[in-house]
């Protein structure tokens, strides 16, 4: 058995400062995994914020990944702005499904306000997951977006029609998404120091498959700037960026527009080469990806070990540092065993001398 030589926190803390770890280190990105290795619905798991934390904590305890623990909702701004969700009691492992968005039409956008962040069902929940990490000693986390995922959970599909006939609507669905997100980062720092929190955005609107480089470039661009402007002023350290789906004409807006925080860790599909993207951004930036979650839901421990010695093979030595990471938010069906498999590998080939 190869033993770890330094704790998640000291192998973290090097790898943001460049300095020399013992192995390539794991974050799963789990959600309501969590929850189904600790017998917990996802309706229990996402209606009350301390039992995520628990679950959470058990998995970490589990697999001993590198990643933090974390606490979110699928689409949770149509809920958060006025609109009806329902969260399934069965299957167990249900996501939540949208029954009304808050906006289905140009005159609903009129009536949009920021909600109480005190209230909102959301952000209340969110808020109160976090006091838990803080009390525990851990950071807190809270997401810089991207805007357009919240421009999409206001408006559905309509969104995709309101890019070509109606740009004026989409702006202004994403200033209010932009404002939402300013505003939580403001409440944040008054409540618990910017030195204590971390911000994190994820863009699987802006991939190529959704927008052409130049949608992004008119629509999206611009307020992702301001959100890196604004948190910076409030002293925040947008540190992951995930890039669901193929991002590769969208790489020099986040090279040459995009103030990327040095060490700032880029998450990536399997739809984009690592390699390719760590040698075009450049050994400032950490890479991290991007074992397929078919593969960890359907796959065996054999060949989920098999993939990631691949993978880890390719990236270990990469200048810049490199993390092991699922393609995306760790998939709850995934079978425990494969998730340590996942780990077993990082730890069986991904040593440094």
Not at 65 to 83: L, M, Q, R, S, V
Not at 119 to 125: E, G, L, W
Not at 235 to 257: A, F, M, Q
Request: a negative charge; proline letters at 5%; aromatic letters at 10%.
């Amino acid at each position: 058995m190869n033993i770890d030589k330094l704790t998640i926190d000291e192998r973290m803390k090097k790898l943001i400062k460049g300095e020399k770890i013992d192995r390539v280190p794991v974050i799963p990105h789990m959600e309501t995994y969590a929850a189904k290795i600790c017998n917990m619905t996802s309706r229990e798991y996402y209606l009350n914020p301390e039992k995520a934390f628990v679950a959470q904590m058990w998995a970490r305890d589990l697999h001993q990944h590198d990643g933090g623990i974390g606490y979110g909702f699928p689409e949770c701004h149509a809920w958060e702005f006025g609109g009806d969700v329902e969260i399934p009691q069965s299957p167990r492992l249900g996501y939540p499904k949208i029954i009304k968005r808050p906006v289905s039409s140009l005159e609903d956008i009129k009536n949009l306000r920021i909600p109480n962040l005190d209230d909102a069902p959301i952000h209340s929940r969110i808020l109160k997951f976090n006091r838990l990490c803080y009390e525990h000693g851990f950071g807190v986390g809270i997401s810089a977006g991207s805007p357009m995922n919240i421009a999409y959970a206001l408006a559905g599909n309509l969104v995709f029609r309101w890019l070509i006939k109606e740009p004026n609507a989409i702006h202004e669905l994403l200033r209010i998404s932009t404002d939402y997100l300013i505003n939580v980062a403001e409440y944040y720092v008054e409540e618990f120091g910017s030195e204590q929190i971390g911000a994190g955005i994820s863009c699987p609107m802006e991939c190529h498959a959704i927008m052409a480089p130049k949608t992004f470039e008119a629509f999206s661009l611009p307020y992702l700037k301001e959100i890196y402007e604004k948190f910076s002023k409030l002293g925040i350290r947008i540190g992951t960026v995930h890039l669901c789906g193929d991002h590769n004409k969208n790489l020099k807006y986040w090279k040459e527009e995009i103030p990327l925080a040095k060490r700032t860790l880029i998450t990536m599909g399997y739809e984009m080469d690592m390699q390719y993207v760590g040698d075009y951004l450049g050994e400032d930036y950490i890479i991290g990806g991007n074992l397929r979650n078919t593969t960890l839901q359907k796959g065996t421990p054999e060949e989920v070990y098999e993939e990631a010695k691949g993978i880890i093979e390719k990236m270990k030595h990469r200048k810049g540092g490199f993390v092991l990471t699922p393609d995306c938010t760790l998939i709850a069906e995934a079978p425990t065993a494969n998730l340590h498999a996942m780990i077993k590998a990082a730890r069986d080939f991904g040593r440094y001398e």
